[in-house]
């Protein structure tokens, strides 16, 4: 909260690159989105790159870490009117900027109203805000997971609140393996995102654990942390800005492969839909999935942008790794 709050007054206050790692390019939807944005909103906000899952008309989105709101603001255009965006931060001055710019944006937008809430809170316990089971479509959260001591929790809780067939799509830091003891008590490089990075095999166990289906990567990119003094205290662990996807698949969804055809239609992705590291829709082009991924288009909201047929080749899609 400290390093956040205080310490940190714009984003030259970083003291590595590791929250300033690039993120795939961005359409020019988002880009003048982001255009539309408050400027003290934009100079106050530390995440990683952006967080943009697609297919948002009119849903629910829960932003976990939402400091002082950038990517709410963001999503609150996306989503459209209909929609809504909650965000929650541990740290009371990142809320405060936050907040103190919903009736900028909503007039901005040309809205009748907010569809943007903020709470002071904790994404470990999300009930002691309010937030109710199966009440969001998707759970974002952009390079702060890192910063919680019990990653368990988070994804509990995310779990929580995710609507049967709901995505939790995130960014974060990954270590190459188990940090020391002195890495994960060093302050600076706690602030920093590295610190609490989680041993990239970890998220699979405790994504499964949870109940999520397996994490699907999306993208992926080193992390050079240019600061000599810090690179001596991690040694030869490495670190990776990563895009995971875990869906809250029902446990009476399809069980088998089959062959899936993108229908077109999702804003900015209109022709080509990159779903992940393994798989890329192009529209009308008949795809082999295996059972996992069919279970995941037939229940979540990309279920009416997808024609789904049992059956085809049993492809195995081999999981990128950091």
């Not at 003048?32 to 106050?44: F, G, K, S, T």
């Not at 209909?82 to 907040?99: L, P, Y």
């Not at 952009?142 to 990653?151: E, R, T, Y």
């Amino acid at each position: 909260q400290n390093y956040y709050g205080k310490e940190l007054q714009k984003s030259e206050d970083l003291k590595t690159n590791a929250c300033i790692t690039s993120a795939r390019p961005v359409s020019k939807v988002v880009r003048d989105a982001l255009e539309r944005i408050h400027e003290e909103v934009v100079a106050r906000y530390y995440g990683c790159g952006l967080v943009i899952p697609e297919c948002l008309s009119s849903c629910r989105i829960l932003d976990l870490g939402s400091g002082s709101g950038r990517d709410c603001y963001l999503l609150s255009q996306l989503v459209g009117e209909q929609g809504h965006i909650t965000g929650i931060d541990m740290t009371e001055g990142q809320v405060e900027v936050a907040k103190k710019h919903i009736a900028y944006h909503t007039d901005k937008f040309g809205y009748q109203k907010p569809n943007v809430e903020f709470f002071h809170g904790y994404m470990e316990n999300l009930g002691d805000a309010g937030l109710a089971d199966d009440s969001y479509d998707i759970v974002i959260s952009n390079c702060v997971i890192n910063l919680a001591p019990d990653k368990r929790a988070v994804l509990r809780e995310a779990f929580r609140v995710l609507k049967p067939g709901g995505e939790m799509y995130f960014s974060d830091v990954y270590a190459s393996q188990r940090l020391s003891e002195t890495t994960r008590k060093h302050r600076v490089l706690w602030g920093e995102c590295l610190a609490g990075a989680l041993y990239w095999r970890d998220l699979y166990s405790i994504a499964e654990e949870v109940g999520f289906s397996p994490p699907r990567l999306v993208t992926a990119s080193p992390i050079s942390i240019g600061n000599k003094e810090l690179e001596g205290i991690v040694g030869d662990c490495r670190f990776v800005s990563a895009t995971y996807r875990l869906f809250k698949v029902p446990g009476d969804s399809r069980t088998e492969p089959g062959q899936v055809t993108y229908s077109g239609g999702i804003v900015g992705h209109e022709r080509e839909l990159v779903f992940d590291a393994n798989f890329t829709f192009k529209e009308g082009e008949v795809v082999n999935v295996d059972a996992e991924m069919a279970a995941i288009l037939q229940s979540s909201r990309f279920a009416e942008k997808f024609l789904i047929r049992a059956g085809g080749a049993n492809t195995a899609a081999l999981q990128g790794c950091c």
